[in-house]
C-alpha cells in the first residue's frame, strides 16, 4: 500500500511509504506501527489517518489496496 503523507507529516517521513500489511490491522494499529517506524510523528500533538479520502475511525480496518494518508494537526487563523 502506499501512504501519502501533508505538511510536517511529509517532513518527518521523507514522502511517500510504502508498506504491505499482513492480516487485518485497524487504523489504530497503523497509526501506532507508523509511529514505531516514525518516531518524530511521536512529536506531534495527533495525527489521523485518512483511508480512501475519509478519516479513518480507529477500529475501521485498512487493507492493502486502501489509499492511505498521513494528516498532522491543521492550525489557520
Known sequence: MKILS???AR???SGPIE???DGDVSVAMLQ???SELYP???QLSSFVIAVNGEYGQPE???RNGDEIAIIPP???G
Open 32 to 34: 501506532t506501527k507508523l
Open 60 to 62: 475501521r480496518i485498512v
Open 11 to 13: 517532513e518527518i517521513v
Open 40 to 42: 518524530g510523528l511521536r
Open 74 to 76: 491543521v492550525s489557520g
Open 6 to 8: 501533508f505538511g510536517i
Open 19 to 21: 508498506m504491505s500489511l
